[in-house]
Nanobody
Framework: QVQLLESGGGLVQAWGSLRLSCVIS???????MGWFRQAPGKEREFVAAISYNGAKTYYADSVQGRFTISTDNARTMLLQMNSLKPEDTASYFC?????????????????WGQGTQVTVFS
């Protein structure tokens, strides 16, 4: 059984930093990994993704330059979030993909975590 376990969410003041982690277990093959988020009353949106070997990264325009995604062994993924803004407040979900190199990282997800809450206050 594939499991994605997120951690690292919390409450932070604007311009602060948080680091999210996701541990992936039970998956027989490698895949790209990523993060989505959903704020109350809003659609779920793509945040960032990384190929299984870390060679390629993808970012939403809204987080480019502030967030950094990384992986060290294709089973653990980190999202370093700097210069956080109140509009970054959301539940953040770890995902894996059918592909090692998704053509469009907003599609093609096969597994989801339960989410971790990030709240940024001004």
């Amino acid at each position: 059984q594939v499991q994605l376990l997120e951690s690292g969410g919390g409450l932070v003041q604007a311009w602060g930093s948080l680091r999210l982690s996701c541990v992936i277990s039970g998956r027989a093959s490698t895949s790209a990994m990523g993060w989505f988020r959903q704020a109350p009353g809003k659609e779920r949106e793509f945040v960032a993704a990384i190929s299984y070997n870390g060679a390629k990264t993808y970012y939403a325009d809204s987080v480019q330059g502030r967030f950094t995604i990384s992986t060290d062994n294709a089973r653990t993924m980190l999202l370093q979030m700097n210069s956080l803004k109140p509009e970054d407040t959301a539940s953040y979900f770890c995902v894996t993909y059918y592909s090692d190199y998704p053509r469009d990282p907003s599609h093609g997800m096969d597994y989801w975590g339960q989410g971790t809450q990030v709240t940024v206050f001004s």
